[in-house]
């Protein structure tokens, strides 16, 4: 079983649409959480970080059940600009400081 | 340009050939991490530094794999021995400790033929 897991997708979806991303990790000792976005051939960018109680930047939510193990993003209102693949990202010890990356969900919003 | 940077940003290379790539972080951070990222999935930790020390390896890293940083600035990975499955993006990172929001440098892409 993979540390973090994603569905890839791609998810296709018009603009202004809101689209929500899931992952799942296996580290239930994990410290830290975070989505990054990554354009294509281009470097992971930081999007945010996912506290326990939910936190939200402009059209961008996040969520964390430490519970169930699981994070999700939900987007607002897409924007072709949106278009890029999502990370979801487990710092899984305070200590190390080294990430663990899902394999991305892709999304491509449409005109 | 103040932000992370990689050095050469593509090499192809013949199997059996040694490469060397380097990292230059932001100059205060003190932490330092490598990452591989194939086609298709997400970067995959390798090595990180805290300054000059090298203080966790992935079992990614064979014995083929090396990193150094000395003087904890810059940062060098040596890939000896090339194989077609080392071909992948080596993505340099760094942060200001161990909590600090981890920058990516624009990564190197390596093929091997």
């Known amino acids: 079983r993979k540390e973090v897991e994603q569905d890839p997708g791609p998810f296709n979806v018009p603009e202004g649409a809101t689209v929500a991303f899931n992952c799942t990790y296996s580290?239930?000792?994990?410290?830290?959480f975070f989505w990054y976005r990554q354009d294509c051939r281009k470097e992971p960018k930081l999007l945010m970080s996912v506290y326990s109680s939910g936190n939200e930047d402009g059209r961008f939510t996040a969520q964390l059940n430490r519970a169930s193990q699981y994070i999700s993003l939900l987007i607002r209102d897409s924007k072709l600009s949106d278009s890029a693949t999502y990370l979801c990202?487990?710092?899984?010890?305070?200590?190390?400081?080294?990430?663990?990356f899902g394999q991305g969900t892709t999304l491509q919003v449409k005109p | 340009d103040t932000g992370v940077s990689q050095d050469p940003r593509h090499k192809i290379t013949k199997r059996g050939q040694n490469v060397t790539f380097r990292c230059d972080p932001i100059?205060?951070?003190?932490?330092l991490y490598w990452y591989r990222q194939t086609l298709g999935q997400g970067p995959e930790f390798l090595t990180y530094f805290q300054n000059e020390a090298q203080l966790e390896k992935s079992r990614l890293l064979s014995d083929r794999f090396s990193a150094e940083r000395p003087k904890g600035s810059f940062s060098t990975l040596e890939i000896q021995r090339t194989e077609q499955g080392d071909s992948a993006m080596y993505l340099c990172a760094s942060s200001r400790g161990s909590l600090g929001e981890q920058y990516f440098g624009p990564g190197t892409r390596l093929t091997v033929t």
């Open positions: 580290n239930s000792a994990s410290q830290s």
């Open positions: 100059s205060e951070h003190n932490r």
């Open positions: 990202v487990v710092n899984p010890s305070g200590n190390t400081g080294k990430l663990i």
